[in-house]
């Protein structure tokens, strides 16, 4: 029997990425994400098991979804959003408060569900794999919500890698600094910088992401990887503050 794997945000980015190269690996892949027309395509593209509509924030629908699955062995925790840059005296509330519910509780809900579904199932145990970001460690200039937001995506990998050792369960933090996505087109036309200036970033190949999930999961559950990053090199993260 094949092993299962869940890619939240699957329908575009890295997430389709993700869950192409899982399927490809010998995975019963299945994505989520809000627009089933995107999801539908990924499931086109690849040799991927099926799909679920459903906004990561809304906690019935992913207990729901993730209840209708007999067994998971692999979760990427992807789905997740930013906002539009700002001083910090003009971030709304209601950007702050979709930032954190996507990125953070969003990604809290999901590996809920899956932590509880890989206790039960036999052999009990599996993978949980969170997206972090650069900005898990340095903050870009006016992102506080986003930021704040992969800060505490490193406290819930750590959390649940802690509650999950002793049932078979690890968590692991990839975080990804340019991949090129729909996401990080806006590096090539220049992003501002901490010192005021706006300067065009590298960028590198999702499929190289992709690969790194995979390598991930397809470790043994006695191989722990708590923390992972990938990055473009050259792109300013050491001395970025």
């Known amino acids: 029997m094949n092993q299962v794997a869940v890619v939240t945000g699957g329908g575009s980015g890295l997430g389709r990425e993700m869950a192409l190269a899982l399927a490809t690996a010998g995975y019963d892949v299945f994505v989520t994400g809000r627009t089933e027309s995107k999801l539908r395509e990924t499931v086109e593209l690849g040799a991927v098991k099926g799909y679920g509509v459903l906004d990561v924030v809304d906690g019935a629908a992913v207990r729901q979804f993730f209840g209708r699955l007999d067994r998971i062995d692999v979760l990427v925790n992807n789905a997740g959003t930013g906002a539009p840059a700002a001083a910090v005296p003009d971030v709304s509330e209601e950007d702050w408060r979709r930032v954190i519910d996507t990125n953070l509780t969003g990604s809290f809900l999901c590996a809920q569900a899956a932590f509880a579904q890989m206790l039960k199932q036999d052999p009990k145990g599996g993978r949980i794999i969170n997206n972090g970001s650069i900005s898990a460690h340095v903050p870009r200039p006016q992102s506080i919500a986003y930021t704040a937001s992969?800060?505490?995506?490193?406290?819930?990998?750590?959390?649940?890698?802690?509650?999950?050792?002793?049932?078979?369960?690890?968590?692991?933090?990839?975080?990804i600094g340019n991949a090129a996505t729909a996401m990080t087109e806006r590096m090539e036309q220049g992003v501002l910088q901490p010192d005021g200036s706006i300067a065009v970033e590298p960028t590198f190949d999702p499929k190289i992401v992709a690969d790194f999930v995979v390598h991930v999961a397809q470790l043994p559950t006695s191989v722990a990887v708590p923390h992972l990053m990938v990055?473009?090199?050259?792109?300013?993260?050491?001395?970025r503050g």
């Not at 959390?159 to 975080?175: F, K, S, V, Y």
């Not at 990055?231 to 001395?239: C, I, Q, S």
């Open 150 to 175: 992969k800060h505490a995506i490193t406290g819930l990998t750590k959390q649940l890698e802690l509650d999950g050792r002793p049932h078979g369960i690890t968590a692991c933090q990839i975080d």
């Open 231 to 239: 990055m473009a090199a050259g792109m300013p993260y050491a001395g």
